[in-house]
């Protein structure tokens, strides 16, 4: 999909024939006023095209949105079929759609998601970094993709707060950052979160839902647990991220 | 539908018309092998039948499956239909059927949930709860249905660990437990997390997703608030309900 800008990009986009997101497109959906509003206040650069659902109700966030949409020069207009194609749920009546940012990264304090495979996961924790101030987020490939429809409807439009940048390997990662200290989230480590001492510039590094991180990072990171009951397995991938972030930010 | 049970229970069940969980039926399903694990090892009792897909591989766990099913008493059987009935996913190799207790939670500390609306977020913080300790939980109606299979699944098993039961009103929770110290996590909350004592017994009692608790609940017990920036309006349910019960058992 060749992404429509400029003079003219009101008249393509209502030629372009929609399609749904798919890994690899240069334009992705932001589905709901919430996840909408997030985008124009913190990626104005990066919106393409506002719809409204002929059923929006009209009221403060649908007049601010077509103000923001004018003032950008950005189309903006009703129109149904985009929704039957876009959006599964029923109650969505905006939807932004936005080129995908390239990021990188910045030096200092980051969180590493080593092959996240669960949208919702993903974006629950882009929402709870964006709250306890990580803004910026590494994920090792292969993933979950971070601006799916479904992970930005999950972050609740937080995913348009953090920088993002995706490594094909976690020694890519490490190579940039050399000097980030490693703290890796597993069941077996050595030390529990509240033993743990966070030096900054500081890595968190949470695994796979299923599998967790591979034995190996033992060897080059700090390790970590959150203790539990046996009555579980593990706890949920975005809980311990979520404590983790909290314990990090008021300790 | 009624629980075929005793020593006819197995032809009953071939031969009954297995269908979809509803709210309010007597008999819900553990979809997959990990929560069927747990359904016979915390609540044999409950047991009523188990399927083993056809595709299922004869490893450790189907095995001890078909074993402990068979001590119980229980009809296990290899039975492809009530896949293509009760399981939308693929993965899904194991089915045990349960008939839903009727718990009654006990005097001590609780987790108070009023009007949870989404089954995965209940199951989530279903986890988190059994992985902290807190054994009994309060859910106030309306709200998602903690037997749902879609919760159960959520929960990965651990709502069989727990003592869960509905109440129509906070005022008909209160009545029974006048004790309990209430603390109310809300976003305009006078303490941080951080800052509040815990005395038990206590409640730890969270809101809907999307509203949270009634202002009326600052007036009748202690409020708290987990900090986050203004980058985002609230954490999700399920994240706010972890960080807490993390902080209350380690602190």
Sequence with gaps: VRVPRGENANKQWRRMKIKRYKSGD?????????????????RPEQLRAVFLSPQAIENENTEKVLELAKELGISAEKNDKVFNILSDKGNC????????????????????????????NLGTIMRTAAGFGFLDLAVISPAADAFDPKTVRASMGAVFSLNIEYF??????????????????????????????????????????????????????????????????SLNLPIAAGIAMYFVKNN
């Excluded at 240069?26 to 913190?42: D, F, K, T």
């Excluded at 009546?93 to 669960?118: C, M, Q, T, W, Y």
């Design 168 to 233: 094909s390997s976690f020694g890519d990662y490490r190579e940039r950052f050399k000097n980030n200290k490693l703290y890796s989230f597993m069941l077996d480590a050595k030390r529990t979160l509240s033993k743990t001492e966070f030096t900054p510039p500081f890595s968190l590094i949470f695994g796979n839902e299923a599998h967790g991180l591979p034995a190996e990072f033992s060897g080059f990171s700090e390790t970590v647990v959150i203790p539990h009951s046996a009555k579980i397995d």
């Design 26 to 42: 240069e334009i992705s959906y932001a589905l709901g006023m919430a996840p909408l509003i997030e985008l124009i206040n913190n």
């Design 93 to 120: 009546f905006a939807i932004g759609a936005f080129e995908i940012p390239k990021d990188k990264i910045r030096e200092g304090d980051h969180i590493v998601l080593v092959n996240p495979s669960d949208a919702g």
